[in-house]
């Protein structure tokens, strides 16, 4: 895969993996402690999935595009603010 492919694609990834992190906060408010916990663990499996089926295998032949390997660290309940989200 090229360079300019890769990064595209890292840089979707990544602005699905904000998405869901910024849905958890206005889901928060509205379900249950247990819907929200279900939904949570949902969302963690989903970043999970993108992190190891995308931005790892592309990482491979281009390591500096998965610069933050902290990124499995980052819970569900550390929101970033909007307007602080990265665009890879």
Do not use: W
Not at 19 to 41: G, N, T, W
Not at 48 to 59: G, K, P, V
């Amino acid at each position: 895969m090229d360079r300019k492919l890769a990064e595209q694609i890292v840089a979707l990834a990544n602005g699905c993996i904000d998405q869901l992190i910024v849905s958890l906060d206005p889901v928060e408010r509205v379900a249950s402690a247990e819907e929200f916990a279900a939904y949570k663990r949902g969302v963690a499996k989903v970043i999970s999935a993108f992190d190891q089926e995308i931005i790892e295998r592309i990482a491979r032949e281009y390591p500096d595009l998965n610069p933050d390997d902290d990124a499995d660290s980052v819970t569900a309940e550390a929101a970033p603010d909007p307007a602080k989200i990265s665009r890879n």
